[in-house]
């Protein structure tokens, strides 16, 4: 199994102090399948030991394609100088493999189950529980209206590639504030959030995909976010005017 041998890479490498798993394996409310990748967060020293060849990752599978992030120029460098191996392998497993230094802080989700420790490092206490602040929900609802008149602008020019992209924009956030709603890890692309939907809220979500009559979609997203900021403040003035505004422009 993949586990058995992280664990006897961990314990017979002495760079790596400390071993956590995280993602969709820790979460007691997902059923589990085939699918499930292994998340897993080495605790390291000399990180850049690691980094002068892959071959110390041959020993967990043969692997059929890999991302490094972290060394791609699609993707700046944001975890703070912890690196990540997205490795999928031929035979079908999947190791998604953060080194963290031992100087830099480490992202610990609620769930993070430690498989290893040889220093006593690993503080659980420090989990994520989704705490959102109400700045978060401010910039969350202004960048959803902002938006909201690249959409506008868009359908009235008939931009139909233009109006689909700020779409999407304005459900991320949608999905951000229904992620917070609802707290615990969304999980990527909001996968396990899914699960805690209604039955309604589900299909609103997947009726405001429809690309023939875009405004509907854009009316449905506001709709959307005006249930998943019920529970918080937030200028609600603003966010009616704003709607109204867009009724009153496709009279």
């Known amino acids: 199994m993949m586990i058995d041998k992280v ?18 394996r820790t979460n007691p409310s997902l059923k589990p399948d085939a699918y499930q990748d292994y998340d897993i967060q080495f605790g390291v020293k000399d990180l850049e030991s ?3 060849s892959d071959d110390w990752l041959s ?12 060394a791609m120029s699609l993707f700046p ?6 690196f990540t191996y997205l490795m999928q392998f031929t035979d079908g497993t999947r190791l998604d493999l953060m080194l963290v230094p031992l100087d830099k802080e480490y992202p610990i989700e609620l769930n ?10 690993v503080d659980l206490t420090k989990a994520d529980d989704t705490h959102i602040s109400e700045v978060h929900v401010e910039d969350c609802m202004n960048e959803f209206l902002w ?17 689909l992209d700020h779409l999407s924009g304005m459900r991320d956030m949608v999905f951000q504030m229904m992620a917070w709603k ?6 990527q692309s909001y996968k396990y959030m899914e699960y805690k939907l ?3 809220i589900r299909d609103k979500i997947i009726e405001s995909y429809n690309v023939d009559d875009r405004f509907a979609s854009m009316m449905l997203l506001f709709e959307l976010m005006k249930w998943a900021v019920s529970e918080f403040d937030y200028d609600k003035k603003q966010f009616e005017c704003v709607r109204s505004t867009f009724m009153e422009s496709m009279i």
């Open 7 to 24: 664990m006897d890479y961990a314990v017979n490498d002495d760079r790596v102090r400390w071993v956590v798993l995280t993602g969709s």
């Open 59 to 70: 020993v967990f599978s043969e692997v059929l394609i890999m991302q490094k992030p972290e």
């Open 147 to 163: 938006l909201s008149f690249y959409v506008l602008k868009g359908i009235k020019r008939d931009q139909f590639i233009y109006t």
């Open 198 to 200: 209604s039955v309604d």
């Open 77 to 82: 460098p944001s975890l703070g100088g912890r």
């Open 50 to 52: 690691f980094l002068v």
């Open 182 to 187: 609802m707290t615990g890890n969304p999980g």
């Open 112 to 121: 993070t189950q430690v498989l290893l420790d040889k220093d006593g490092l």
